[in-house]
C-alpha cells in the first residue's frame, strides 16, 4: 500500500526552525517527483517547494525562497523540507504529494493538481 507519511511539524517560535520529513512507504521514491504543499484555515492549499526524482531540480514559492530548502534520501525513502526563519505567516498544515515520473526526471511542479497522492499532513504554528 502506497503511503506518505509527514512528521517533525509543532509550535515554533518566530525566526526558529524546523524540519519536516516525508517518508514514503509501499513504493521507492526514485521514480515520484516530491511536492511540499500548506494550507492555512480559510485558505486554499498553496504549493511551497517541490524536488524532482534526480533531486537535480528543485521550485520555491516566492514566500519562502532563501528560507526553505528541500533535499531528498533515496536510500532512506524520504523528502526532508528544512525550514529557517520562521513567520506568523508560514502557520499552517503542511502536506507532502508525490507525482509519479520517469526515473532520474528533472521534471518538478508547485501545482497539487499535479500530484497523485498525499499524506495526513502535519501542523506548523509558528507563535510567540
Known amino acids: 500500500q502506497l503511503q506518505l507519511v509527514e512528521s517533525g511539524g509543532g509550535l515554533v517560535q518566530p525566526g526558529g526552525s524546523l524540519r519536516l520529513s516525508c517518508a514514503a512507504s509501499g513504493f521507492t521514491l526514485d521514480f515520484y517527483a516530491i511536492g511540499w504543499f500548506r494550507q492555512a484555515p480559510g485558505k486554499e492549499r498553496e504549493g511551497v517547494s517541490c524536488i524532482s526524482s534526480s533531486g537535480g531540480s528543485t521550485k520555491y514559492a516566492d514566500s519562502v525562497k532563501d528560507r526553505f530548502t528541500i533535499y531528498r534520501d533515496n536510500a532512506k525513502n524520504t523528502v526532508y523540507l528544512q525550514m529557517n526563519s520562521l513567520k506568523p505567516e508560514d502557520t499552517a498544515v503542511y502536506y507532502c504529494?508525490?507525482?509519479?515520473?520517469?526515473?532520474?526526471?528533472?521534471?518538478?511542479?508547485?501545482?497539487?493538481?499535479?500530484?497523485?497522492?498525499w499524506g495526513q499532513g502535519t501542523q506548523v504554528t509558528v507563535s510567540s
Open positions: 504529494a508525490a507525482k509519479g515520473v520517469d526515473y532520474y526526471s528533472d521534471y518538478d511542479s508547485l501545482s497539487p493538481y499535479e500530484y497523485d497522492y
